[in-house]
């Protein structure tokens, strides 16, 4: 009974042959109205284009402002303290001279195409702190010292980025996100908890693509 009940309800769509001339007076209709919505279309809004040229005319005219590398610098030194006091160390000071060694490495790997510690004349961190003048030697207390100048590295791009998800461009993003990334590699992490450090200098310089970041630490 109960299903005989369900198979009646199709009966309410009232399925019925039209005569012909009623088919052809409602094909009439629905022409009419397909040509009215079409006018009104194009009163309000103009004669549609494709999609992919309107696209193209929009990227090749429009360019994206970069987010400005010096506030990207100052909230990666926040993070980095941020990280610093999480882990029970004492904050890092902002160093204008590391920070000149750091932004002047970071420019380099941007107009050159190039991403490592050693520049492109072979010179390393502590080698080019050296040659911007900036004093390498550290007396640690009880009888040690450093001689040397530790450093980070990092490349973030805006957007979806595989295996993080989407980066905002900000500088606080972009700054929170790398320092992050940092955090997750055994040798940066090292850097950046060091209580022997006490100063810090970020550079960040962008490609077009990518904020290439050095951090420096003394």
């Known amino acids: ?4 009940r369900k198979w009646e309800n199709r009966g309410y769509y009232q399925v019925k042959r039209r005569s012909p001339r009623a088919k052809d007076y409602a094909l009439k209709v629905l022409v009419g109205l ?59 000071n902002w160093d204008d001279g590391l920070a000149v060694v750091a932004r002047d490495h970071s420019q380099d790997m941007a107009e050159n195409n190039f991403f490592a510690h050693d520049n492109l004349r072979g010179e390393d961190p ?7 003048g900036y004093p390498t030697h550290k007396e640690l207390g009880g009888g040690w010292y450093s001689d040397g100048i530790a450093e980070n590295i990092g490349k973030m791009p805006t957007g979806n980025v595989v295996g ?20 997750q590699s055994p040798g940066h992490m090292r850097n950046i908890l060091d209580p022997d450090y006490s100063r810090l200098g970020v550079g960040v310089a962008y490609d077009g693509v990518y904020y290439i970041s050095t951090q420096n630490f003394w």
């Open 164 to 183: 993080i998800g989407h980066v905002a461009r900000d500088a606080d993003e972009i700054a929170r996100v790398q320092v992050t990334s940092w955090m």
């Open 34 to 92: 397909l040509i009215l919505g079409g006018l009104i279309w194009v009163s309000h809004f103009g004669i549609p284009v494709e999609l992919s040229e309107t696209v193209a005319e929009v990227s090749s005219s429009f360019e994206v402002k970069p987010v400005n590398t010096g506030d990207i610098e100052k909230a990666i030194l926040y993070y980095t303290n941020k990280e610093r006091k999480n882990h029970g160390v004492s904050a890092l």
């Open 126 to 132: 502590t080698a080019r702190a050296k040659c911007h």
């Open 1 to 4: 009974m109960g299903k005989a």
